[in-house]
């Protein structure tokens, strides 16, 4: 089955979030959709699976021209969508999630799952699938969950299927299991529209690839394209992927943790028995599948958390048990995993959120008082300095878009006297330019003789930036290696399993 | 002097949804003023006859309110400054309210929700009144004296809250309306025992306070209005610089918009919630000494009146903002300056007044419902109010 739109264009308000777009999936092809953050990807899927209704442009299926006004349609005409966050209800299995929607009941009024459950079977043999229909979602890893999303847009005859953005939330292995699954589906003449704005995945799996910029599309290309050629095209100018960096000058150990444990009210373990020293002048990258204890454990380095044993010395003085701002002030730049949550306040700022951890220190305040103006001009430097784009050192830190929240927060830690950076996903849901500005700036750090914690769950950004590598499992660290170490080794120690060779 | 216009800017733009809502309160209590006049219903035959009744009573309902709280010539025959007298009151009622008002408004820039301005308000009040009667001090000083028992014990009283809350948790709103139960019955208690007790009285009054503890009159005797207007246009102020210039200001917003950004930029969020807490109680506690010190001169049973609980409608109303507070206050010290004359005057009772108070919260609270009604769109939100009731 062929989807074609024609002339699509979408506005909310004055922002025009798909403009004129013509674009054509042939049957049985996987056909990449690559765009930044904001381009309009999800906007056009929406469309196409009725979520939402074009201002304008048409949608024909096999050159029928076809009216999509809600998904049941969509799904009518065979087309299915798995979303870039799920739609599953945590408590139900997989089978009463599958029907959900479109129970049907037997002569005594109960739920009838029995053909659900025979359906998911099949399915879930004829793809490799693995999945059982009695399990509870909520229990499944997220690959899993994925495609319990999958069978279901199969178990509606989805001849068409649209994947947004599905392996943001997948390890390196996951990820790999489910581009193997979409070839099998394409074998079997399913159209997949892949959405992602990794390359990698992009090269390893499309037929073809549409590039959205801003809401319009500026190019088409094949797998074979380059990298950097994709990357450019999909910023709007030439990008650098490779970070070129030098080989690192190791000083002495600045951060020194050791045994550090940190449980939660219950006296639940939440990360067990870490040590790890950062020498001056390198990046050592903390690896792990999201959820396996990082956020706890860059969280305890600052005393964020309340349960820890063990000791972190900082330069050789022990700072466990110090209060956060007592160990900020020791000397640790750090970047929190979440810059709305808990890097920035939305309703302040740019200036205000620049002083944050050094409000009442001079020159920004004298005793009681701020200096509003110094803070200001304070700012402004800043704003050049980390090439903040905003409409002034006043604008409010909610407006800015997510790149440049994430330069505020990189411009206040940095700005410090600091011997450590602490940095926490550093660049997650940045674009291909913020990512490469955050990059530079981390690499900076390091040759300026910091120690530089990094915590990522990025394969890529791992490679790009690290001098060693500490894998995260189950809140433990299984083991440091080089970085020399080969992709699919470290996603093995991100999964679990040690690899015969290691260090 | 930018700075100010600036501020002054920033303000009316986010008055015109309070000037809306109160502008439809006002509306809809005309509807109730006219419909609760008996004589209407017996006019529904002649529609104009009904309308015309129905906007006279609206009309000297209102009227009468005005009388009562700005100017009313009837009393301009001896003097006509006299017929300011209602305007004086209006500033009398206002001042302690202006205070409360602060107490909340502030609490809630730091992302709490004070409902106990009135419990702080009768901790003041007992403070202000026993230093007042049971020593005998200088001028000024004994004032003084007053004012500092007062901002005490009320700030302690309010600070327990904020270290409750971040010893243990424990839900301000929740704390805040108990303890606003023990203040009522141990200010109860308390005017029964000997200490507390008026001479020759058996009625729950303490003895007046000393003429050297009382807020001196701005315009002689003829008037009740004292410096305590003065002295909570003032904290207002103060309490704007205290937001907006002062580190502990700027901690408390931060702690107020976003606590967890807060703590991760190592702010001590048990001081900002006890420190908070101490200043919101001592700015209500102000708000007892000055109806004590100013109006009262002695503790009774109803001294607080309802200054603790119209504070909430003040802050919202001057949405979380000193400036607003001051302008919501002085609103609502007219309606019910006026509300007293209307009633007498008009066969209007005064729960009018409070069904306009109810009405302005219910709009206030319901934004989306004025923007439908008034189809506006830009009209800045609540979003500056930073507590987040239950949640937080
Ligand atoms: N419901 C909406 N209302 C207003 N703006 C929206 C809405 N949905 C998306 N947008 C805006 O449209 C643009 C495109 O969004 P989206 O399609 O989600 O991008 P992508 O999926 O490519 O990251 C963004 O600027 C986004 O903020
Ligand atoms: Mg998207």
């Avoid at chain 1, 904001?38 to 442009?57: E, F, Q, R, V, W």
């Avoid at chain 1, 048409?58 to 969508?81: F, T």
């Avoid at chain 2, 809502?21 to 209407?40: E, H, R, V, W």
């Avoid at chain 2, 302690?156 to 809250?161: A, E, P, T, Y």
Wanted: aromatic share 6%; with cysteine; net charge neutral.
């Amino acid at each position: 089955m062929s989807v074609e739109l024609r002339g699509i264009t979408k506005s909310f308000g004055a922002l025009v979030a798909n403009d004129g777009i013509d674009l054509r999936v042939e049957t049985g092809e996987i056909h990449a959709i690559l765009g930044e953050n904001g381009a309009g990807k999800s906007t056009l899927m929406n469309i196409l699976y009725g979520l939402l209704s074009p201002d304008s442009g048409q949608i024909l299926v096999d050159e029928k021209p076809i009216i999509i006004s809600e998904p049941s349609d969509a799904l009518a005409a065979g087309i299915g969508m798995v979303h870039q966050h799920f739609m599953l209800i945590p408590v139900f299995t997989v089978a009463e999630n599958i029907v959900l929607g479109h129970e049907k009941v037997n002569g005594f009024g109960v739920l009838d799952l029995e053909k659900a459950r025979s359906e998911i079977a099949r399915i879930s043999k004829e793809f490799n699938f693995d999945v059982d229909p009695d399990a509870v979602v909520e229990t499944l890893p997220v690959g899993i969950q994925q495609r319990v999303e999958v069978i279901r847009a199969l178990i509606y005859n989805a001849k068409v299927l649209i994947l947004d953005e599905p392996t943001a939330v997948l390890t390196p292995q996951e990820t790999d299991e489910l581009l193997q699954v979409m070839k099998n589906l394409k074998k079997q003449g399913t159209s997949i529209i892949f959405i992602t704005h990794k390359l990698r995945e992009v090269q390893e799996a499309a037929d073809r690839i549409t590039i959205i910029r801003r809401g319009k599309i500026v190019g088409t290309a094949l797998p074979t394209a380059s990298q950097e050629d994709l990357a450019s095209q999909m910023v709007g100018r030439p990008v650098d992927l490779t970070m070129n960096k030098s080989p690192a000058k190791i000083g002495k150990t600045l951060l020194e943790i050791s045994n550090l444990t940190v449980t939660d009210s219950t006296g639940r373990e939440l990360i067990h028995d870490i040590s790890l020293d950062v020498h001056a002048g390198e990046i050592v990258a903390v690896a792990g599948v999201q959820g396996n204890g990082q956020t706890e454990f860059a969280r305890a380095i600052l005393n964020l958390e309340e349960h820890v044993s063990g000791s972190i010395l900082v330069d050789g003085k022990d700072i466990l048990g110090e209060t956060v701002r007592g160990s900020l002030h020791s000397g640790i730049a750090f970047i929190p995993e979440s810059r709305e949550l808990d890097g920035l306040i939305g309703s302040f700022s740019i200036a205000e959120n620049l002083i944050l951890d050094t409000f009442d220190l001079a020159p920004n305040a004298k005793g009681l008082l701020m200096s509003p103006n110094t803070v200001t001009n304070e700012a402004v430097k800043r704003i050049t300095e980390f090439d903040i784009r905003s409409q002034g050192a006043n604008e409010l830190v909610s407006s800015l878009s997510g790149g440049n929240k994430q330069k505020v927060v990189l411009a206040r830690e940095l700005s410090r006297p600091v011997k450590i950076v602490v940095a926490s996903q550093p660049t997650r849901g940045l674009d291909v330019g913020s990512i490469e500005f955050v990059h530079e700036k981390i690499v900076q750090e390091r040759d300026a003789g910091r120690a530089v914690l990094l915590f990522s769950t990025e394969l890529d950004e791992v490679f790009a930036l690290a001098d060693r590598i500490a894998v995260m499992y189950r809140g433990t660290i299984i083991d440091i290696v080089p970085a020399t170490i080969s992709r699919s080794d470290l996603g093995l120690l991100m999964a679990g399993v040690k690899p015969k060779v290691s260090s | 002097m930018n700075k100010f216009k600036k501020y002054i800017e920033e303000t009316s733009k986010s008055i015109a949804l309070p000037l809306l809502a109160f502008f439809l309160a006002i509306l809809s209590g005309g509807l109730l003023i006219a419909f609760s006049d008996p004589k209407i219903y017996k006019l529904w035959k002649s529609p104009l006859e009904f309308l015309g009744t129905g906007f006279a009573s609206a009309g000297h309902a209102y009227l009468a309110l005005i009388q009562g709280s700005i100017f009313d010539g009837n009393l301009t025959s001896k003097n006509f400054l006299l017929g300011f007298y209602p305007l004086s009151e209006t500033f009398v009622v206002a001042a302690p309210l202006i205070l409360t008002g602060l107490s909340v408004t502030l609490a809630f820039r730091a992302g709490l929700f004070n409902i106990g301005a009135q419990g702080q308000f009768i901790f003041g009040a007992i403070g202000a009144s026993y230093v007042g009667f049971h020593y005998n001090l200088p001028p000024v000083i004994h004032a003084l004296a007053a004012i500092l028992g007062a901002i005490v014990l009320a700030g302690l009283w309010g600070g327990l809250v904020g270290f409750l809350k971040a010893r243990t948790g424990a839900h301000e709103v929740i704390v805040t309306i108990m303890l606003n139960y023990i203040s009522v019955y141990f200010l109860l208690w308390l005017l029964s025992t000997q200490t507390f007790l008026r001479k020759g009285r058996q009625d729950p009054i303490a003895p007046p306070v000393n003429e050297n503890a009382r807020l001196p009159k701005l315009f002689g005797m003829d008037y009740r209005i004292n410096l305590g207007i003065f002295i909570a246009l003032g904290v207002a102020y103060l309490i704007h610089i205290l937001l907006s210039r002062t580190t502990w200001g700027f901690q408390f917003r931060s702690v107020g918009a976003n606590t967890l950004a807060a703590k991760t930029a190592g702010m001590s969020v048990p001081f900002v919630m006890t420190s908070v807490m101490v200043i919101c109680g001592a700015l209500a506690g102000l708000g007892g000494a000055v109806q004590v010190m100013g109006s009262e001169y002695a503790l009774t049973a109803g001294v607080a009146g309802s200054f603790g609980f119209d504070a909430i409608t003040v802050a919202l109303l001057g949405r979380a903002k000193p400036l607003g507070t001051v302008l919501a206050a002085l609103l609502f010290g007219a309606l019910r300056a006026g509300g007293l004359t209307m009633q007498a005057n008009t066969t209007t009772p005064i729960d009018i007044v409070l069904v306009i108070q109810a009405l302005v919260v219910l709009f206030i609270a319901a934004p989306a419902m004025v923007r439908a009604i008034f189809k506006l769109k830009n009209v800045k939100s609540g979003t500056d109010m930073a507590a987040k009731g239950w949640n937080g």
